[in-house]
């Protein structure tokens, strides 16, 4: 390996551990969860639409449910996690228990939508 590609690979990896440890040391609890929670989607969205790719999508509205079921709660919780946020006081409408709330009713809603898409 040359010597600038260890250079920058050492530098990318104090990067991503500076970030981690910032990120660690300064979000609160309740937005760690939420990130948690992104991730989970994140990857179910990844692994429905690598089986339709793998297995092939005959029941096709199962995978349309699935899968805009996934992308629909990741845009649920990006909203609940940026009107969550303290740092955004001053930003945007800032109250979390309103932002639950609407959290709460919306994936209600969604789900109910794609238990009557399953058929």
Known sequence: MAPSAKKSSAV????VSSLW???????PAHL???DIYLVFLL???IAQFVYVLLAGSYPFNAFL???GSAVASF???VSLRMRSNPENKGKIIWNP??????????????????IHFLG
């Open 43 to 45: 990857y179910s969205g």
């Open 21 to 27: 440890s910032h990120y660690v040391a300064t979000t």
């Open 75 to 77: 845009v649920f919780a």
């Open 12 to 15: 990318s990896a104090s990067a």
């Open 32 to 34: 760690k969860l939420i």
């Open 97 to 114: 228990q309103q932002a639950f709330g609407e959290f709460v009713i919306c994936n209600v809603l969604l789900h109910f939508i794609v």
């Open 65 to 67: 449910a699935g899968f």
